[in-house]
């Protein structure tokens, strides 16, 4: 005669030891990383909202950088205009000096002159250097565009300069 001998109580304390050490993975995985929601189990409908939730914080995030960026940006070209802007008031300074013929002499006609030349040279390696990242932004090859959304406010536009070696005049 063969028995089989079952402990009914070992095999209950067994399913609930394993039901037990289930809520302590999950109630350490909710502590250690500080969420409420961990997999699709713990709340499928809050996981999709919270996942929508990560998607719209991903992107407010990119567009800040990208606002950060164009205030860099800004602030470079701002920076070397200013510093275009000292040159040609020293240069205003040195002609208006250099218009009194009847005080100065030829030498200091001549320093002035070549005073002049030297911040021409300065404004133009301003001009040819200055850039954010890769792109210049005062030698015309920046790309910059503009839209005008509502032509009303528009009354009248005039765009004119050289880009790339090409002469631009559009009214």
Do not use: C, E, H, W
């Amino acid at each position: 005669m063969i028995s089989i001998n079952t402990n009914i109580a070992a095999m209950g304390a067994v399913y609930n030891l394993g039901n037990t050490d289930l809520s302590l993975t999950q109630s350490i995985q909710r502590l250690s990383t500080g969420l409420r929601i961990n997999t699709a189990a713990d709340d499928p409908s809050g996981l999709i909202i919270s996942q929508k939730f990560q998607a719209q914080l991903s992107g407010i995030a990119a567009a800040i950088n990208n606002s950060q960026d164009a205030v860099n940006y800004m602030k470079t070209a701002d920076g070397a205009l200013s510093q275009i802007g000292s040159l040609l008031q020293t240069a205003r300074g040195l002609a208006v000096d250099a218009s009194n013929t009847g005080v100065i002499s030829p030498d200091q006609a001549a320093a002035d002159n070549t005073q002049l030349q030297q911040i021409v040279a300065s404004i133009t390696n301003i001009a040819s250097t200055t850039q954010f990242g890769t792109k210049f932004l005062l030698n015309g090859s920046s790309g910059v565009s503009s839209a005008i959304t509502n032509g009303v406010d528009l009354s009248s536009l005039n765009i004119g300069g050289t880009f790339n070696g090409v002469a631009l005049t559009t009214g």
